[in-house]
């Protein structure tokens, strides 16, 4: 990526690593077919048996666990369109590969930190009868915002429930981990860490029973359809793999985030920026700013002709801004009909001089010193 830009967006796509690249050109030049019986289906089929053992050792579930799929979006429409028909309630706050997937889905609320409303939640179980479906995201994509899955899915199981937990941002930020997390089914997705576009996972425990999305050929234990994408799953394992062994930026990205952060919060007077989530547990990587009254459209473009990727949080599909549910969720009335939020994502290859670029575009945009 060209260094006279400063990508800042990382929770949109992280860059690609060159180990994943040079890993997928070597078995893209292949002819391979896993359900092949030759000599090069046997390895196909190898290869990503050994992909699929390396991304279970590093989620700690079993490599039959795991469905590879063609993304996030692909894995939470798997998750909660295969189970049956069971009452469902997502958080508000969740990925619109979430909230889209059932139309008679309960909203359970967040408190202005972000975090999810137990007690709404409890409530919730005690209403419905069991088995019912519960989503609820590890780590909130426009706030970084951690919720407490562990301690969610106690309670869900105590409803006789089944959690489901949507990963994708998470996953190559914190550690990840089936069996502490306890959850019953988990999304990954590889381009949020550095892998292709176009290559996820579904992690179901217990072999739970499920009507796949895509049927014919009977690939993934008949559980998703279609030959499988070998480059995209060996870029995925080699970029977990890679997640797994280098861990040091996370604990960088974080000092950079909390003093571009204290530097908002003592410069912006009477601006009155709000850091959304800030009272939460968050991803080391992610500040989400709100600058009241300043549209995040104006925002996004005042950054870009400073040469600076940043985003709003949210954005359709269409390319443009849409206002967030997820400052809605938490600010409530307060939260203003257009979105004045600026998000920052950093990653793997950022550096403390992209920040202090931020910070100084930040100060000229509202006239501060740096
Ligand atoms: N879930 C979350 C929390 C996300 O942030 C995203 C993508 O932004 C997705 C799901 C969808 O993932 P994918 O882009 O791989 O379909």
């Given at each position: 990526m060209s260094k006279d830009r400063i990508y800042l967006d990382y929770n949109a796509t992280a860059p690609m690593l060159e180990c994943v690249r040079d890993a997928m050109v070597e078995v893209m030049m292949m002819p391979h077919?896993?359900?092949?019986?030759?000599r090069e289906g046997r390895a196909a089929k190898s290869l990503i048996e050994r992909c699929r053992k390396d991304v279970a050792q590093h989620l700690s579930c079993?490599?039959?666990?795991i469905i590879f799929t063609s993304g996030g979006t692909e894995a939470n429409n798997l998750a909660l369109c295969s189970v049956g028909n069971m009452p469902f309630a997502v958080a508000v706050t969740e990925h619109s590969s979430v909230r889209a997937v059932r139309s008679d889905a309960y909203f359970i609320p967040v408190l202005p930190s972000g975090l999810l409303d137990m007690q709404a939640l409890e409530a919730w179980l005690m209403r419905v009868p069991a088995p019912m479906l519960v989503a609820v995201m590890l780590?909130?994509?426009?706030?970084g915002v951690i919720q407490p899955i562990a301690e969610i899915a106690k309670l869900v199981h105590t409803y006789g429930g089944l959690l489901h937990c949507d990963a994708v941002q998470a996953c190559g930020k914190i550690p990840v981990d089936m069996g502490l997390l306890g959850a019953d089914m988990l999304s990954i997705s590889g381009h949020k860490m550095g892998a292709s576009q176009g290559i996820g996972a579904l992690i179901v425990r217990h072999e739970y029973p499920m009507t796949p999305l895509i049927v014919g050929g009977g690939q993934e234990l008949g559980r998703r359809g279609g030959t499988e994408a070998v480059p995209l799953i060996v870029g995925f394992a080699t970029a977990i793999n890679w997640m797994q062994r280098t861990t040091e930026w996370r604990e960088k990205v974080r000092v950079w985030r909390d003093a571009w952060e204290q530097h908002i919060m003592m410069h912006s007077g009477s601006d009155a920026s709000i850091i959304l989530g800030y009272d939460a547990p968050r991803l080391p990587n992610t500040s989400c700013v709100r600058m009241k009254g300043r549209s995040s459209e104006v925002q996004l473009m005042t950054y870009d002709l400073a040469s600076i990727a940043v985003s709003a949080g949210s954005a359709c599909s269409s390319g443009r801004i849409a206002p967030s549910h997820v400052v809605a969720a938490m600010?409530?009335?307060?939260?203003?009909?257009?979105n004045d939020i600026v998000r920052i994502s950093m990653g793997w290859?950022?550096?403390?001089a992209d920040m202090h670029i931020m910070r100084d575009a930040w100060c000229a945009a509202y006239d501060k010193t740096t």
């Open positions: 077919n896993p359900s092949s019986v030759h079993f490599p039959h666990e780590a909130n994509n426009e706030t600010l409530g009335s307060d939260a203003g009909s257009e290859n950022s550096t403390e």
